[in-house]
């Protein structure tokens, strides 16, 4: 009986700490304290919502409020935000799982030199992974001057402006067109079907 019960103790304290390693798999990366509105009690990081949150964030912010936002998110007042995750796409691409993100789509220290759009969609372990720790993001159409639509081609269904690349540009681009089809590129952008070169 003895023998039973210190069996039922090991096996009850290893499924506590497993359950305690789980929960800490679940809890987010924090990063550090390096915005200028850290430890003011609120959370100004923008991977964040919830009651606890600044009225005003930016994208600097992103993993630079740890002491606000872990305390806050341990009382329940702020959340990761889940919804608006990017697609990852799967590992087709031949640079999948080297510990880089090779798509495109984003930007940031986690990034390979060199990117390809074929890769587009295409090395999801590698840049989720670098997306959870804060070390890519998806490059955002704010951060993108599209120009005006005064090229000939604006409007027509395809990117004209040579800086871009990818499935949605026309056969031939032209310099002049630089700056120049912001209606198309930009929603070709929004799509996934350019990128900037």
Not at 96 to 113: I, L, V, Y
Not at 131 to 158: C, K, M, P
Request: charged share 25%.
């Amino acid at each position: 009986m003895g023998f039973m019960l210190g069996r039922f103790i090991i096996f009850s304290g290893f499924l506590s700490l497993l359950a305690e390693v789980n929960i800490l798999a679940q809890e987010p990366n924090f990063g550090d304290d390096s915005s200028d509105w850290a430890e003011n009690g609120e959370c100004d990081d923008p991977r964040f919502q919830g009651s606890g949150m600044a009225d005003y964030l930016i994208d600097g912010d992103r993993l630079n409020d740890a002491t606000d936002c872990q305390a806050l998110f341990n009382l329940g007042r702020v959340s990761l935000i889940t919804l608006n995750e990017p697609n990852f796409g799967d590992d087709s691409s031949n640079w999948a799982r080297n510990g880089e993100c090779d798509d495109p789509r984003f930007q940031g220290s986690g990034m390979a030199s060199t990117v390809i759009d074929s890769d587009r969609l295409s090395d999801a372990t590698d840049c989720q992974a670098l997306f959870n720790l804060g070390e890519v993001r998806l490059i955002s159409t704010d951060e993108v001057d599209f120009g005006d639509d005064s090229s000939q081609w604006a409007r027509d269904g395809q990117c004209d402006d040579p800086r871009f690349q990818g499935s949605g540009m026309a056969d031939t681009v032209i310099d002049s067109d630089r700056l120049s089809d912001a209606t198309d590129c930009q929603a070709l952008f929004n799509l996934g079907e350019v990128n900037l070169r």
